[in-house]
Antibody, heavy 123, light 108 residues
Framework: QVQLAQSGAEVKKPGASVNVSCKAS????????MHWVRQAPGQGLEWMGIINPTGDIAFYAQNLQGRVTMTRDSSTNTVYMELSSLRSEDTAVYYC????????????????WGQGTLVTVSS | SSELTQDPAVSVALGQTIRITCRGD??????ASWYQQKPGQAPLLVMY???NRPSAIPDRFSGSNSGNTASLTITGTQAEDEADYYCNCRDTSSNYWAFGGGTRLTVL
């Protein structure tokens, strides 16, 4: 079935980097843009960025510019999100999600979502 | 502006109807999607392109839009509908997708 399987939980020290992976199966991964979304403990969803099917175009949330990098590997149907210079505020569950769109009306939606990866930043 | 505003919390009696709203300038031009999130679970798409329901979502869920406000309506609310609900819409002037702050639905 259509699913996204993410890598396991991580514990990092402030200033370090983390790389989260998301492997797709059950659908044409190479046809879709991919989003990353995070959720801090007890908080709402925060959009982080999106990467195109060929991996050469990515757009990032302004507050993460310079610290986040999204890449993808078509040979393994996997997308990656690296976040550097980690601080305690980056402690969150990180989700990948598949982008869908329709030009009439102008609509975009996220489906499916990965199961989430908890990243804890602590000294 | 890319900001989307939701009421933080709403409640509904079992079997009754509840409308959850999402307001933002981008909704005048682009369609909203809606996500249900239960504790400890990943978000689940429940409505897309304003009023389209994924096949696995019960037909008691419906969506609509009027001006700058998108709505998710649950008719005949069930106990299992208790969850957080988030709207999302692309910003009209940049490559940014905003989430609303979320609405916690309590079923009484």
């Amino acid at each position: 079935q259509v699913q996204l399987a993410q890598s396991g939980a991580e514990v990092k020290k402030p200033g370090a980097s983390v790389n989260v992976s998301c492997k797709a199966s059950g659908y044409a991964f190479t046809n879709h843009w991919m989003h990353w979304v995070r959720q801090a403990p007890g908080q709402g969803l925060e959009w982080m960025g999106i990467i195109n099917p060929t991996g050469d175009i990515a757009f990032y949330a302004q507050n993460l510019q310079g610290r986040v990098t999204m890449t993808r590997d078509s040979s393994t149907n996997t997308v990656y999100m690296e976040l550097s210079s980690l601080r305690s505020e980056d402690t969150a569950v990180y989700y990948c999600a598949t982008d869908h769109s329709n030009s009439k009306p102008n609509a975009w939606w996220f489906d499916p979502w990965g199961q989430g990866t908890l990243v804890t930043v602590s000294s | 502006s890319s900001e989307l505003t939701q009421d933080p919390a709403v409640s509904v009696a079992l079997g009754q109807t509840i409308r959850i709203t999402c307001r933002g300038d981008s909704l005048r031009s682009y369609s909203a999607s809606w996500y249900q999130q239960k504790p400890g679970q990943a978000p689940l798409l429940v409505m897309y392109a304003t009023d389209n329901r994924p096949s696995a979502i019960p037909d008691r869920f419906s969506g609509s839009n009027s001006g700058n406000t998108a709505s998710l309506t649950i008719t005949g609310t069930q106990a299992e509908d208790e969850a957080d609900y988030y709207c999302n819409c692309r910003d009209t002037s940049s490559n940014y997708w905003a989430f609303g702050g979320g609405t916690r639905l309590t079923v009484l």
